[in-house]
């Protein structure tokens, strides 16, 4: 499936590379996507609960020449996801992609959800 978003992602770039992307990291899955936007010349954001883990990738990142930075939230609690978004975009600039990969258990009908 990695495969599959992979090939999206580099479809959609040759159309015009976004300028930010905030990713919610906490799989592999999650990481190996954010490391390849910024690949493609995407900045990168990243938001989750391991600040440990969060770092190691944005070093990775800037290693490899690109632009990452990260802000510490549990998907779970919406105050702080906002405030992370809102941090990473005065950081990195306007968001054009957003990837939400957080797992969040909600029991509400897609009508509920705002």
Known sequence: MIRAQLK???RLWA???PRALHIR???????AMAREFARQGAKVG???RRE???????DEVRAAGG????????AA????????????????GPCD?????AGVGAHNTATDLN
């Open 8 to 10: 999206l992602v580099r």
């Open 15 to 17: 159309l015009n590379p």
């Open 25 to 31: 990291v906490g799989k592999w899955t999650a990481a």
């Open 46 to 48: 990243v938001l989750a």
């Open 52 to 58: 440990d883990r969060l770092r190691q990738l944005c």
């Open 67 to 74: 632009t990452a930075e990260y802000a510490v939230a549990d």
């Open 77 to 92: 609690d919406r105050t702080a996801v906002h405030a992370g978004l809102k941090s990473l975009a005065e950081r990195l």
């Open 97 to 101: 992609v957003l990837v939400a990969n």
